[in-house]
């Protein structure tokens, strides 16, 4: 699976962004699909996962984020989108999406198997 995160930016606290997670060659449906975040110096964190299936599928929020970020499906784009809202300065970092197959435990880096190469989000306060 080919992972393409996009939709990064520049935004002022509060604000909201949406990044997208598109995927050529495999159905992303059939995968547990994961955001992390990478700050400089810090290690990957895990920020939310969606479980196989629909749009309506289950998802796992890391304390973080409840309340302020939503994760989605759009089957028929094959693109899993992350919305984020009321983002924080402390939101800043490097954003990855990934895949996982098989067993996934949704918070742990190390059971996803294809990684995107990660857009950046920038909040200023």
């Known amino acids: 699976v080919q992972l393409q995160a996009s939709g990064g930016g520049l935004v002022q606290a509060g604000g909201s962004l949406r990044l997208s997670c598109a995927a050529s060659g495999r159905t992303l449906s059939n995968y547990v699909i994961g955001w992390f975040r990478q700050a400089p110096g810090q290690e990957r964190e895990f920020v939310v996962a969606?479980?196989?299936?629909?749009?309506?599928?289950?998802?796992y929020y890391a304390d973080s984020v409840k309340g302020r970020f939503a994760i989605s499906r759009d089957n028929a784009k094959n693109t899993v989108y992350l919305q984020m809202n009321n983002l924080k300065p402390e939101d800043t970092a490097m954003y990855y999406c990934a895949a996982g197959s098989g067993l996934v435990s949704p918070g742990r880096a190390s059971s996803f198997d294809y990684w995107g190469q990660g857009t950046q989000v920038t909040v200023s306060s």
């Open positions: 969606i479980r196989r299936g629909s749009s309506s599928a289950s998802a």
